[in-house]
């Protein structure tokens, strides 16, 4: 396991930021609120940082990757995500 994922685990739980439910450690998935393709489209490595990173059931990872990074939606879980993180 990444070091990041390990440390968000570590410091929040096996619980979603999106919908608060406690997720199966198999299901819980590290999300990236800069995704990893906006960073790629501009040429710069990937923010793995724990800064960048939350936790995720499926579910809610699927459906914040309905939108693109810069939609209204977007930002909306994403800071409901920051509410949700320690
Ligand atoms: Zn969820």
């Not at 994922?5 to 199966?24: D, Q, Y």
């Not at 501009?42 to 940082?49: F, G, I, K, R, T």
């Amino acid at each position: 396991m990444h070091a990041t994922k390990a440390l968000l685990i570590l410091r929040n739980g096996l619980r979603c930021m999106g919908c608060g439910k406690v997720a199966e450690y198999k299901d819980i998935q590290w999300h990236h609120i800069k995704p990893k393709y906006a960073s790629k489209a501009n040429h710069e490595p990937v923010d793995d940082s724990y800064e960048n990173g939350s936790l995720l059931c499926k579910r809610c990872h699927i459906e914040i990757h309905k939108y693109l990074w810069w939609d209204m939606e977007y930002q909306l879980l994403t800071d409901l995500i920051e509410d949700n993180k320690r």
